[in-house]
């Protein structure tokens, strides 16, 4: 049961260009969503996140937009850099009354390669 | 600040031999979380521990697998009488109270266990 969805294996890029990265759920339980970012034999490094009360977060260049009604997240990198090439996870958790259950769920990941 | 610290980095075992991963959060983290990543897929949640306690083990094995979090030292994964499927990378994070609501965690640079 996939409960997190990352439709595209891989994205190509331009130098200078927007990488738009995009990630679906099923679980109306999740209210909260970040996305990470990984390099070869690297742990997830922590980019950027979203609460289900927000529609957008930004920060720098990256920018996440939330979609409730379509279960629908996407990250927005502009500009895109050849040091942006990496695995782009979304993952979506749940909160209950405050108290988080700890657990995220992970979509399978979406090799971005920026090309100079 | 030293982020969350893993070793071995990679652990080759043979099958029906046991192994075992450790993990040391950031400072000032009481929650600890394994998740494993087999190739091609996404971070699968595994455990979630505070100090001494099991939170939520709902993605763990239910047989050969054990994971504790002392209230000295690391937390550690368990495997008992290894199979060719638990080749995979094993990832822990942490994260501290202040943000649990978040859901953020910080990921360690993971365990690559192989099976021979």
């Known amino acids: 049961d996939q409960q997190v969805k990352q439709n595209s294996p891989s994205l190509s890029v331009q130098e200078g260009r927007i990488s738009i990265l995009n990630c679906d759920y099923t679980?109306?339980?999740?209210?909260?969503f970040l996305w990470y970012k990984k390099y070869p034999a690297e742990g997830p490094t922590f980019l950027i996140s979203?609460?289900?009360?927000?529609d957008k977060n930004e920060d720098g260049r990256f920018t996440v937009f939330l979609n409730k009604s379509a279960k629908h997240l996407s990250l927005h990198i502009v500009p895109s850099q050849p040091g942006d090439s990496a695995v782009y996870f979304c993952a979506a958790g749940a909160n209950a009354g405050g108290t988080s259950y700890g657990k995220l769920t992970f979509g399978q990941g979406t090799i971005l390669t920026v090309h100079p | 600040n030293a982020g969350v610290m893993q070793n071995p980095r990679h652990l080759v075992r043979r099958r029906g031999q046991e192994a075992r991963l450790r993990c040391s959060p950031m400072?000032?983290?009481?929650?600890v979380y394994w998740y494993r990543q087999l190739p091609e897929e996404g971070l699968k949640f595994m455990v979630y521990l505070q100090k001494e306690n099991i939170i939520d083990e709902s993605g763990m094995p239910k047989e050969r697998f054990s994971a504790e979090f002392p209230k000295e030292g690391p937390s550690i994964l368990r495997i008992q009488q290894v199979v060719r499927g638990d080749s995979a990378a094993y990832f822990c994070?942490?994260?501290?109270?202040?943000?649990?609501?978040?859901?953020?965690?910080?990921f360690g640079a993971g365990t690559r266990l192989s099976v021979l």
């Open positions: 979203i609460s289900s009360i927000k």
């Open positions: 994070a942490s994260s501290p109270p202040a943000v649990l609501a978040k859901n953020i965690q910080y």
């Open positions: 679980n109306s339980m999740f209210d909260y």
């Open positions: 400072k000032g983290h009481s929650h």
